[in-house]
């Protein structure tokens, strides 16, 4: 079975580093493209930027350059999303998913992570 | 950037026909996704390239594509077709996805 699991809900004070997880199983994880993607409390699909595993081949939306950074582990097909300071406003769910090229489609989705920065 | 724009709700009674549209500059000549999105958890693909399912998702959805405005047909609404559902697409000019303001269907 594909499937992408997340790492848990974390609860991170303001200023605080943070490195979420997203470990890809059932397929070759360094064959497709890792997508992040946030959602705010009660608000919509942001879409963060993506990786290929196979080669660290690494894009971000404007929105997001230089506010995270995304990397990834093929010995151990875990992709990562990280921040150095963390703000109140990052408070998300935030999730990965997974596509084949960076048109197609996310068509598996890992479970998402909470974040919660709170002081 | 490239703004899709969908409503914010839509209303169907059980066994009825919900259409939700996905409003975009020339948005027919992109291939657009589908997304249903059940309160609390993860987003799932349910349409891909305009009007293709993934496996395991039921045949009443089904997607369409022309013009400004693609839209995403559930017939024959249940229940557990309430959700929200997001349209997505590439942006060719920022070389990134986009996605919907997302639509939250209700079941009367």
């Known amino acids: 079975e594909v499937q992408l699991v997340q790492s848990g809900a974390e609860v991170k004070k303001p200023g605080e580093s943070l490195k979420i997880s997203c470990k890809g199983s059932?397929?070759?994880?360094?064959?497709?493209?890792i997508g992040w993607v946030r959602q705010m409390p009660g608000k919509g699909l942001e879409w963060m930027g993506i990786i290929y595993p196979g080669d660290s081949d690494t894009r971000y939306s404007p929105s997001f350059q230089g506010q995270v950074t995304i990397s990834a582990d093929k010995s151990i097909s875990t992709a990562y999303l990280q921040w150095s300071s963390l703000k109140a406003s990052d408070t998300a769910m935030y999730y990965c998913a997974k596509q084949e090229t960076t048109e197609d489609a996310f068509d598996i989705w890992g479970q998402g992570t909470m974040v919660t920065v709170s002081s | 950037s490239y703004v899709l724009t969908q409503p914010p709700s839509v209303s169907v009674a059980p066994g009825q026909t919900a259409r939700i549209t996905c409003g975009g500059n020339?948005?027919?000549?992109?291939?657009v996704h589908w997304y249903q999105q059940k309160p609390g958890q993860a987003p799932v693909l349910v349409v891909y390239d305009d009007s293709d399912r993934p496996s395991g998702i039921p045949e009443r959805f089904s997607g369409s594509n022309s013009g400004n405005t693609a839209t995403l047909t559930i017939s024959r609404v249940e229940a557990g077709d309430e959700a929200d559902y997001y349209c997505q697409v590439w942006d060719s000019s920022s070389d990134h996805p986009v996605f919907g303001t997302g639509t939250k269907v209700t079941v009367l």
């Open positions: 059932g397929y070759s994880f360094t064959s497709y493209w």
């Open positions: 020339n948005i027919g000549s992109k291939s």
